[in-house]
Nanobody
Framework: QVQLVESGGALVQAGDSLRLSCTAT????????TAWFRQAPGKEREFVAI????????FYAESAKGRFTASRNDATNSVYLRMNSLKPEDTAIYYC???????????????????????WGQGTQVTVSA
């Protein structure tokens, strides 16, 4: 079992960059594939990105491609989401989620389905002002 804690959320201006962190305790994090989701007020939880346990494979939502980068550091048992060129529509609570098994599913649907993830952090707020 793994416990996840996100950090790094902040109030920023459009065009700024931000790096979110997700730190795991309780298990070897490299055994888990880890995803980032976000949820804006009044909207459903939305997939953002996923990274394999090795860190060599990633997959992004269309809204994140070219602007967001997921990475991980086994030494710190952490996964990161670097967000560049932030837009007001990126405003949301950002969650990291993990499931045992380091390899990304072949299906993009399985990669992005929040019901496929067993462990969740509490979320960190990102607010982007225009």
């Amino acid at each position: 079992q793994v416990q996840l804690v996100e950090s790094g959320g902040a109030l920023v201006q459009a065009g700024d960059s931000l790096r979110l962190s997700c730190t795991a305790t309780g298990s070897t994090f490299s055994n888990y594939r880890t995803a980032w989701f976000r949820q804006a007020p009044g909207k459903e939880r939305e997939f953002v990105a996923i990274i394999s346990g090795s860190g060599r494979a990633t997959f992004y939502a269309e809204s994140a491609k070219g602007r967001f980068t997921a990475s991980r550091n086994d030494a710190t048992n952490s996964v990161y989401l670097r967000m560049n060129s932030l837009k007001p529509e990126d405003t949301a609570i950002y969650y990291c989620a993990a499931v045992l098994g380091p390899v990304l599913p072949a299906s993009s649907r399985n990669r992005s389905d929040p019901n496929k993830y067993l462990y969740w952090g509490q979320g960190t707020q990102v607010t982007v002002s225009a």
